[in-house]
């Protein structure tokens, strides 16, 4: 048998009618909560407090007392001089492999798998990824999110999407991977479509900024600042040329809930867990890749074809290829990379930016597959376009400033 | 008094009367005809609203709430 | 309580040993997956975590179910891609179990599209969880008048603490077809003419009904 929704309705309200009572209780300190942070006035100094006392968590515990204060010292002082003390024959392939350059004095230098490659994804991410897992565990759980989602609704609303969104983008800046899914709570394909391509440019993944954070702390600043223009600027082409319709937000706001802290460590673990599985062999095969090339000169075949474009029409040194290279893998990798190649700070950051927007790394190339072969062709299309304009925007901007 | 979702003031209460748009989403929500909501949140710019309905509360669009008119009044 | 495959592989499935969890977003369906099958599914709050099935197992009374997470949704009538994968499971396992999942303290919203999986006729077991945060809220609920109304199992269970999670796994081989109209003519305050033969299997809030 089946009924209208009217008469579901009615029957929903029967069957309530016969089984709930609604008591009375005083407001709990969540509600009153709920209010100072969803409200305007009181929400986004709220927001603006709890984005400060992430970033100064990020920064302090992770870059300065776990990396820099622990892993650099180990890494640099013991690892590597033991690795390049114990490998015979320091001119060899198996050498440059493995360890590296002989002469380096950090594992930044090096450059091999089991030098660079174990501090970069060990030493300096896994902290970086770690505390941002935490802080998103406390935002999911919390019941913040929906709220930032109001909040965020009207600026979300001009590039096509809605408040909502920002559950992929919070998601995102964790891994674009379990973000592109998430892509499934908007409504239309429009905003799918727009949302998914936004992503795999603009959003940076926890790895990506724990690395930046640790090689151009000063510089990070005007990367974030260039991800967020770019993400509002082609958000708004694309919801200008894009077909379809771009819903409202409507949205449950849950109560608040103080985190339970069994779920908190559950998910904190799996989490690290799932990093260290996945991205870790990632970053080593991503160093082999890139020392194999090298040593059959494909990397500098390839700078020396892309030198034109690279020098002129983004002004970044041509040695910048070896890590997009490397960035198809891992783009923490990337970034480490370029950290050794000598750059001005203006070619530092747009070549920092250059890695982040270019192209999503292998595994969320793997799941925008899953979502529609269509529309990852059609991502990648816009991406490419993009980045050429993007990256000659930085550069022309660059230049009237007297930096580039 | 008949008036738009969206003009409720802040902090006021309302009962829900008509709703002429996607009723069957916000019906879903637990925003039904008939039932009481008091208007929690309101942002500027043509933000959105957040609604409180009993247990529930429900954030959505300005466009939304224009299409829902709710009645206010002392009889209520 | 979590089943390995390999001691099971002898095991033909059997109908009724697919379970799909469904209800609205946010309720606990992925936290009351997670205490029944041991398995990892992602538990935050705020509606539309879980955009994909996973799926775990739980062996009890002898047998093995397959047990699978969905994402929340109001109604069976998508609005995005994510409640089109819980529409799509329900379509794609007719023979499954239907595990309804409500919040005790949103019970009317809930229960539409608890009426709708019903009228599809697959065998149900309601969970009405977050039985904590209604106690908490002075709601209370009459489970037994709920099982009576609906005529099939009714558990009250806090995932958080793990609460009634025991009874709700014992019970699912206790599930049944809703008869939606029966459910009708009660509302209509009119006894159907045949009372479902449904014997309580010990929940303890029932008195025996
Ligand atoms: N107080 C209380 N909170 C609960 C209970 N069960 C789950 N929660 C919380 O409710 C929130 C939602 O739980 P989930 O399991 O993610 O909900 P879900 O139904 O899977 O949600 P979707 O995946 O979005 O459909 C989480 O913050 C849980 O910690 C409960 O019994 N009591
Ligand atoms: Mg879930």
């Known amino acids: 048998m089946v009924f209208s929704s009217d008469a579901r309705w009615e029957m929903v309200d029967e069957i309530t009618r016969q089984t709930v009572t609604y008591g009375t209780y005083k407001q709990t300190l969540g509600a009153v909560l709920g209010d100072l942070t969803v409200k305007p006035l009181t929400g986004i100094p709220v927001a603006v407090a709890a984005l400060y006392a992430f970033w100064s968590v990020f920064t302090s515990f992770a870059g300065e007392l776990v990396t820099d204060g622990f892993m650099v010292k180990f890494f640099d002082g013991l690892w590597l001089p033991w690795f390049q003390a114990i490998w015979p024959d320091p001119g060899s392939w198996h050498y440059f492999l493995f360890i590296g350059n002989p002469a380096a004095d950090t594992c930044f230098e090096a450059f091999g798998m089991l030098t660079s490659g174990l501090f970069v994804s060990v030493g300096v991410v896994l902290p970086a990824v770690f505390v941002f897992y935490l802080m998103m565990t406390l935002l999911e759980d919390s019941g913040y999110l929906p709220r930032l989602a109001v909040l965020m609704d009207t600026v979300l609303h001009r590039i096509g999407l809605h408040g909502y969104a920002i559950v992929p983008i919070i998601l995102g800046l964790g891994c674009n991977v379990p973000a592109v899914t998430a892509t499934r709570i908007l409504e239309t394909k429009k905003q799918r479509f727009i949302m998914m391509t936004l992503l795999a440019i603009f959003i940076p993944c926890g790895a990506q900024l724990g690395i930046m954070m640790s090689i151009i702390p000063d510089l990070i600043g005007v990367v974030i600042l260039c991800l967020i223009i770019g993400f509002g600027i082609f958000g708004f082409v694309l919801n200008k040329i894009i077909p379809g319709e771009n819903p409202e937000i409507l949205v449950d706001v849950p109560p608040y809930n103080w985190p339970v802290k069994e779920y908190v460590i559950k998910k904190l673990w799996n989490r690290t867990k799932g990093f260290l599985k996945e991205a870790v062999p990632f970053v080593l095969l991503g160093i082999l890749l890139v020392n194999l090339l090298y040593l059959g000169g494909v990397i500098q075949g390839l700078a020396n074809l892309f030198e034109p474009v690279f020098v002129t029409w983004f002004g970044v040194p041509k040695e910048t290829v070896g890590p997009l290279i490397a960035a198809f893998l891992r783009k923490d990798l990337a970034i480490a990379q370029l950290s050794i190649i000598p750059m001005t700070a203006y070619q530092m950051v747009a070549s920092v930016v250059l890695v982040t927007i270019y192209f999503p790394c292998v595994a969320t190339f793997v799941v925008m597959l899953r979502e529609g072969w269509k529309e990852l062709i059609a991502a990648i299309a816009v991406l490419f376009v993009v980045v050429f304009i993007y990256g000659g925007l930085i550069h022309a901007v660059g230049i009237l400033l007297g930096v580039a | 008094m008949l008036t738009e979702l969206s003009d409720l003031p802040f902090g006021a209460t309302a009962i829900v009367r008509e709703i002429n748009t996607s009723a069957h989403d916000l019906n879903c929500m637990g925003l039904r005809i008939g039932k009481e909501l008091k208007m929690i949140t309101k942002q500027p710019i043509k933000g959105p609203v957040v609604v409180l309905i009993g247990e529930l509360e429900i954030a959505m669009g300005l466009e939304i709430a224009g299409r829902i008119m709710v009645e206010t009044g002392t009889d209520i | ?209």
């Open chain 3, 1 to 209: 309580m979590t089943g390995g495959k390999t001691e099971m592989a002898v095991l033909v499935p059997e109908r009724g040993t697919t379970v799909l969890m469904i209800g609205n977003p946010n309720v606990g369906k992925s936290a009351l997956f997670n205490r029944i099958t041991g398995a990892n599914a992602i538990v935050s709050n705020y509606p539309g975590t879980t955009v994909d099935f996973t799926s775990g197992t739980f062996i009890g009374g002898g047998r093995t179910y397959t047990i699978i997470d969905v994402p929340g949704t109001y109604s069976l009538d998508p609005r995005d891609a994510a409640e089109e994968v819980a529409v799509r499971m329900l379509r794609d396992y007719p023979d499954a179990v239907v595990m309804i999942v409500l919040d005790a303290t949103k019970t009317d919203r809930g229960l539409y599209v608890a009426l709708e999986v019903m009228e599809r006729g697959m065998p149900c077991i309601v969970a009405v969880n977050m039985m904590d945060a209604a106690h908490e809220k002075k709601i209370s609920l009459d489970i037994a008048a709920l099982q009576r109304i609906l005529g099939v199992p009714v558990v009250a269970t806090t995932a958080t603490s793990g609460e009634g999670v025991r009874d709700l796994a014992d019970m699912l081989r206790k599930a049944k077809v809703a008869d939606i109209g029966a459910i009708a003519q009660r509302m209509r305050g009119e006894e159907p003419e045949r009372e479902p033969a449904f014997t309580c299997g010990g929940c303890g809030g029932c008195g025996g009904r």
